[in-house]
């Protein structure tokens, strides 16, 4: 026996979503050196998601193609952000079997609620229907068409016109995680980088406050598992940990620091030798 098809699958099929509805806190990263293998290194070590970045990564949307799968193999959905909220950006990630969409650069209600019609077919939406794809299982599943609602809506709150609007942002049907961009969000509030800043620490609280009374998650970018585990902390349930790229640049720059620092008591030790 091979199983059932939907155990064949490497689509998420709303388990992520239904996991960050209950409450769950998860942990990902984001994939933006557009390397499949460096996409299943990531996977490898177990995080909840991973998060292929199209707005700021070396890569497009062919990454998707091959990072999708590559992380459902270690039991990983792959999220994805768009390079634009336009519908076929959206649509086509949404074919190649993403679990899920982030949209940047939203800032009002009215731009967020447009932009979530392109993950939902008519008569709710205008995504463009079709079922040879990974999403419909190549036209094995032509009932995934009926299941849209499994996809995770992420929406990043960014600017200061987002945040003036995050309750409203927060009350529609289809956000299920309100994301903060930390550089983008500081800059914003003309704190650039100020993470301890009083006004970017309010709007913060501001995002998280205003999920939790509608019942979604809430995100952010931090830069390591210390502050991740901070965030938890706090209440946080959508955490994103660097990306491919900053955190093997950490790690490599970290081993070279070991390795070149002067070993304690070497120099006592030359001294005595000479």
Not at 26 to 38: H, I, R
Not at 46 to 72: F, N, S
């Amino acid at each position: 026996m091979n199983g059932s098809p939907s155990k064949r699958s490497p689509l998420d099929q709303g388990r992520l979503r239904a996991r960050l509805a209950a409450g769950e806190s998860t942990l990902g990263t984001f994939v933006g050196t557009a390397s499949p293998v460096t996409a299943e290194v990531c996977a490898a070590a177990g995080p909840d998601w991973l998060l292929l970045d199209l707005e700021h990564g070396a890569g497009g949307e062919e990454q998707a193609r091959t990072v999708i799968p590559v992380a459902a193999a270690y039991g990983v959905p792959t999220l994805v952000r768009v390079e634009s909220a336009a519908r076929i950006r959206i649509g086509r990630v949404l074919d190649l079997g993403a679990a899920g969409i982030m949209l940047p650069r939203l800032d009002t209600v009215a731009e967020v609620h447009e932009a979530l019609r392109h993950l939902r077919y008519p008569p709710a939406g205008d995504r463009g229907v079709a079922t040879y794809n990974r999403a419909c299982r190549f036209g094995l599943d032509a009932g995934a068409l009926d299941r849209e609602g499994e996809l995770l809506g992420v929406v990043q709150i960014e600017s200061a016109a987002a945040l003036a609007e995050v309750e409203a942002i927060a009350a529609l049907d289809g956000v299920d995680v309100l994301f903060v961009g930390p550089r983008d969000l500081s800059h914003d509030l003309s704190v650039p980088g100020d993470f301890a800043a009083p006004v970017y620490r309010e709007a913060l609280d501001r995002v998280r406050k205003a999920a939790v009374a509608h019942g979604k998650a809430c995100g952010l970018l931090v830069p390591d598992g210390t502050a991740a585990a901070a965030k938890r902390a706090e209440g946080w349930t959508f955490i994103g940990i660097g990306s491919d790229a900053t955190l093997l640049a950490a790690a490599v720059s970290a081993a070279l620091g070991e390795a070149r620092s002067e070993p304690q008591g070497s120099q006592a030790t030359q001294e005595a030798q000479s």
